[in-house]
């Protein structure tokens, strides 16, 4: 099947709507992306036919809801290609699972003098939790700079590292910056001197291919809600004898295989890190996202959304007073910028009435902001369903904000 | 169609499809777009008597309002400095003309109006008396993320007045 921009708008109801009065051009999709009606229907079909608790009836619609549930995690599996669905743990997304690591694996690992070390433009979900961390263990927390292109200063990762180091957490696509950092080569110089390696993937699963077993991370996290999902689920990878020898994180139900007053047995991976009742519908409707993303080719979406950025960014340099932050050789899907005179909110708020959707602010990533000396960017964020229609939308609405503040 | 959002029924609802109602020349008024570009009484006021920093942690807004107050409660000088967004380095700009000469009762009232301004349900007709030009600031009624910005700085001066600290609008 050719790359059919209209066709994959189609399958998107929330696109088709006036935002004040005009069409609107949802330039977000970096918060979240939208929900294709694949997604939305799977859930519906969920609830409507098959809603039970899963892992414990011997009831039909509880073997379903089983069956669906664990369908979702070897779909996970596939698309980050896991050895074993052993290595899938469901969790609430991105945030959860790097929480999750660094309650059980950093708590039971770290001890006062040992190195975390992690980059200059993580969300602050990589951020943290591992300063928590250190806060429990006291452990310290280094950071690999950025340069002004907004790249990892490589150059400076031998010194960082050492035999302290015990974990590098780095995000695979930045955020704010739009940066696609070399994971591989971390994680190959972090292995040198033994350290593990949790590689932030939230926003990457929407937009390139990933291979947990070609990058060889010890730790992958990612959200459904950023890949055409819904809200409330995502994965921890790990590797099985991490997993093995990590310490629950939650007790509770579903997690255990034996409980008496004296002594729990924990169940099998990855049950043990599940505690509760999970997020069956969400885990389903993450199914359906993942199958649906499957059904294009990840380059020919890669290709689209980089026209579109070449575009916005060609665009935006013809603009006077306007700064691009984050020029990283290799990068994607993110457009973030300063206009000069007009702070980023009144921006949001101006574009916003434009019936154009973008996010103002720092992106969660206040170093990032700092390390480039502004308070906020401005980010246009692009998933596949965007077209040069809501760039032209995006480049008319900046127009109207600087004529307003001429 | 009742507005059934969780703004305790103030703030305008806007419904999908709905039409620019608010338009945005009512919060960019040209006052505005002025104060922004040329704030007044920008700027440490090193004899302060009373000093404050506010913080808006969502949008990044920092001020920091200095105030010198004379032995009557008059607020004989009054000046502030930081960055931030249009609303509310204006705000900040026209409090500082509104304040210079007032005492602390006015001070005080002049709060509770702009407050009662840029919240209330209605056209903003009875909110504006006695407000004078700070009444262009009305035009964020219709904009619910954008209040705080025009709020900063009237909490940092009475956190300046009352105590020393930081305000936050969050
Ligand atoms: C790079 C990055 N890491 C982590 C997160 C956190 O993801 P979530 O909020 O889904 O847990 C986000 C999303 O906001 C992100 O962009």
């Given at each position: 099947m050719s790359f059919d921009v209209a066709a994959i708008r189609a399958q998107f109801p929330i696109l088709d709507q006036q935002v004040h009065g005009r069409p609107l051009a949802y330039l977000d999709n970096a918060a979240t992306t939208q929900k294709p009606s694949a997604v939305i229907q799977a859930i519906q079909a969920y609830y409507q036919r098959d809603n039970a608790n899963v892992h414990?009836?011997?009831h039909a619609l509880s073997e379903r809801a089983t069956a669906a549930y664990e369908a979702a995690r070897e779909k996970v599996r596939a698309l980050l290609n896991a050895r074993s669905v052993r290595e899938i743990v469901f969790v609430r997304g991105t945030t959860e699972a790097i929480n999750l690591v660094a309650h059980s694996w950093g708590t039971a690992r770290l001890r006062a003098g040992d190195e975390i070390l992690i980059t200059g433009m993580e969300h602050h979900s990589n951020i943290v939790p591992w300063q928590m961390l250190c806060e429990r263990t006291g452990a310290r927390l280094r950071v690999l700079p950025i340069n002004d292109a907004g790249e990892l200063c490589l150059d400076q990762l031998p010194t960082l590292l050492n035999e302290r180091t015990r974990l590098v957490g780095v995000v695979h696509l930045s955020n704010a910056l739009g940066t696609i950092n070399p994971v591989a080569e971390i994680i190959r110089q972090a292995h040198a001197v033994g350290a593990r390696v949790l590689v932030d993937g939230a926003q990457a699963a929407a937009h390139m291919a990933i291979d947990v077993q070609q990058l060889d991370c010890d730790f992958y996290a990612t959200s459904a809600h950023k890949m055409y999902g819904p809200t409330g689920i995502g994965v921890l990878y790990a590797k099985e004898a991490l997993l093995d020898e990590m310490p629950p994180y939650q007790g509770g139900g579903d997690m255990i295989r034996v409980v008496t007053f004296e002594r729990t047995e924990y169940n099998e991976l990855p049950y043990k890190f599940e505690a509760g009742t999970p997020n069956i519908a969400g885990a389903i409707g993450f199914g359906a996202a993942i199958d649906w993303l499957g059904s294009f080719d990840m380059c020919e979406i890669a290709a689209h959304e980089q026209r579109l950025l070449q575009e916005a960014v060609s665009r935006a340099k013809a603009i006077p007073g306007l700064r691009l932050v984050g020029e990283a050789g290799h990068r994607a899907t993110v457009l973030s910028f300063t206009m000069e005179g007009i702070h980023p909110h009144d921006l949001g708020t101006i574009l916003d009435r434009e019936g154009v959707a973008i996010r103002a602010g720092h992106h969660c990533a206040m170093p990032v902001m700092q390390r480039f000396g502004v308070p906020a960017t401005v980010r246009a964020s692009f998933a596949l369903y965007n077209t040069s229609d809501d760039l032209d939308a995006l480049f008319q609405a900046l127009e109207r904000a600087q004529a307003m503040f001429a | 169609m009742p507005c059934s959002r969780p703004w305790n029924g103030r703030r305008p609802c806007l419904h999908e499809g709905e039409a620019n109602v608010f338009d945005l020349k009512d919060l960019y008024q040209q006052v505005i777009v002025d104060h922004n570009k040329h704030p007044r009484n920008f700027g440490r006021l090193e004899d302060a008597s009373h000093e404050a920093e506010g913080y808006n942690p969502l949008c990044g807004d920092r001020l920091h309002v200095y105030l010198k107050i004379d032995d009557q409660g008059r607020i004989e000088d009054v000046r502030f400095e930081g960055e931030g967004c249009a609303i509310s380095m204006a705000s900040a700009s026209l409090m500082t003309e509104a304040l210079k000469g007032r005492t602390l009762q006015e001070f005080r009232s002049l709060f509770e109006g702009f407050h009662a301004l840029v919240?209330?349900?209605?056209?903003g007709a009875d909110d504006e008396a006695g407000l004078g030009k700070l009444a262009v600031l009305g035009g964020v009624r219709a904009f619910p993320s954008r209040i705080k910005c025009a709020t900063l700085c009237w909490h940092t001066m009475k956190n300046a007045i009352e105590r020393s600290g930081v305000a936050r609008t969050e």
């Open positions: 414990r009836g011997v | 919240t209330s349900s209605g056209d």
